[in-house]
């Protein structure tokens, strides 16, 4: 399983950018992958999770509608769009998934959750500057 992520940078408050993760060594279209970010000091925090086999969303209460995950199962690879950046998203994003899945296991609980993933990216830091 291989996790790749893309894509961050210095943006000014206010600003965009878009994430990309390129997988591989899995079913793409069986699992659920998520956007996790860690700020110095802080723990590390779901952001955005989608199910590749039905395309449900998650989004944390701080990046809804700002943030929006997309998934293109025919290049394997899950982007986030994110608009409207403010200073506190500043951290380093990861993606990340879990598999095999598991199958009672939606994106609410991969959302809320961070112990469900057990493979995960290297990480791509996103700081946002006032």
């Known amino acids: 399983v291989q996790l790749v992520e893309s894509g961050g940078g210095l943006v000014q408050v206010g600003g965009s950018l878009r994430l990309s993760c390129a997988t591989s060594g899995f079913t793409f279209d069986d699992v659920a992958i998520g956007w996790l970010r860690q700020a110095p000091g802080k723990e590390r925090e779901g952001v955005s999770c989608i199910a590749t086999y039905d395309g449900k969303t998650y989004y944390a209460d701080s990046v809804k509608g700002r943030f929006t995950i997309s998934a293109d199962n025919a290049k394997r690879t899950v982007y986030l769009q994110m608009n409207s950046l403010k200073s506190e998203d500043t951290a380093v994003y990861f993606c990340?998934?879990?598999?095999?899945?598991?199958?009672?296991?939606?994106?609410?609980?991969?959302?809320?959750?961070?112990?469900?993933?057990?493979?995960w990216g290297q990480g791509t830091q996103v700081t946002v500057s006032s």
């Open positions: 990340a998934t879990k598999v095999p899945r598991i199958p009672d296991k939606g994106v609410v609980d991969f959302g809320h959750y961070t112990f469900w993933y057990n493979s």
